[in-house]
């Protein structure tokens, strides 16, 4: 099964920071990728699809990146209210999977 | 408005049987694949499978295979997530979410949560 693994874990920033989140899958995956946003008691979010397209509605500070196995989300000026939880999900014949996780803190 | 709308909290004990939902609206239910996704207290998410209503397709985690089953009611726009003999280590949220096949290869409508707590 392909693996993911996001780093860091967590990370403090300030407001206005520009912020970058790694994934790394342990095989080629194109571009099957995505990225959401959870905040606590809430369910997920999905900001990024196919690395690098941004879902309707989410703000432009966010960007994906990347191809095969490194990939990239990034939050190019950090506001208060994108204090939360991020994943990464990979898709391939079928089978999901996320990685574990980075949480964003208010520096 | 496209929805995924869950049943509500359970409590259980070790060794009951379970079956939650999760009722689409707004879209077409037979035509998009929804997966279940567990998260456990403070920890992160777990994809366990996906189900496509339109024909019962269904593919599991290999780490949720014989745990769970997964199925789904296209005529009610419903699908289940259920556990023959539960567990204490069962306890956590479930989420159900639609998964885009297509270009996104990714879940773009999630359902509010089901916690299930199981406890003697």
Not at chain 1, 86 to 99: E, K, P, R, V, W
Not at chain 2, 19 to 41: A, D, E, L, N
């Amino acid at each position: 099964a392909i693996q993911l693994t996001q780093s860091p874990s967590s990370l403090s920033a300030s407001v206005g920071d520009r912020v970058t989140i790694t994934c790394r899958a342990s095989q080629g995956i194109s571009s099957a990728l995505a990225w959401y946003q959870q905040k606590p008691g809430k369910a997920p979010k999905l900001l990024i699809y196919d690395a690098s397209s941004l879902e309707s509605g989410v703000p432009s500070r966010f960007s994906g990146s990347g191809s095969g196995t490194d990939f990239t989300l990034t939050i190019s000026s950090l506001q208060p209210e994108d204090f939360a939880t991020y994943y990464c999900q990979q898709f391939n014949s079928y089978t999901l999977t996320f990685g574990g996780g980075t949480k964003v803190e208010i520096k | 408005e496209v929805q995924l709308v869950q049943s509500g909290a359970e409590v259980k004990k070790p060794g009951e049987s379970l079956k939650i939902s999760c009722k689409g609206s707004g879209y077409s239910f037979t035509s998009y694949w929804i997966g279940w996704v567990r998260q456990m207290p403070g920890k992160g998410l777990e994809w366990m499978g996906i189900i496509y209503p339109g024909d019962s397709d269904t593919r599991y985690s290999p780490s949720f295979q014989g745990q769970v089953t997964i199925s789904a009611d296209k005529s009610i726009s419903t699908a289940y997530l259920q556990w023959s003999s539960l567990k204490a280590s069962d306890t956590a949220m479930y989420y159900c979410a639609r998964f885009r096949y297509d270009y996104m290869r990714a879940f773009d409508i999630w359902g509010q949560g089901t916690m299930v707590t199981v406890s003697s």
